[in-house]
């Protein structure tokens, strides 16, 4: 997806990508695996997104730690009742 002429193909049909799953939403189509390609085209070009949620999830389930975009380290948090 970072090669440039994939990238290039990529960028110029996403609008029409957008539109087709639109029209199918409208329409009531599920179109799930088109939907979802999307989804994880707009996740992999963001440079930030709200993951504090899985961050948060791991750390709790596994003791995994998390980063945090205010202050430079790694963090655990005590989750315990």
Known sequence: MIAPPIA???NANA????TVVGLGIQLG?????FS?????????RSGRLASNL?????DYFG?????????EGTFHTSWGA
């Open 54 to 58: 899985i961050q948060a999830q791991r």
């Open 8 to 10: 290039e193909k990529l």
């Open 63 to 71: 003791a995994h730690t998390y980063e945090r975009i205010d202050r």
């Open 29 to 33: 189509i599920p179109l799930a695996a």
């Open 36 to 44: 979802a390609s999307i989804a994880y085209f707009d996740s992999y």
């Open 15 to 18: 609008e029409g990508a957008r």
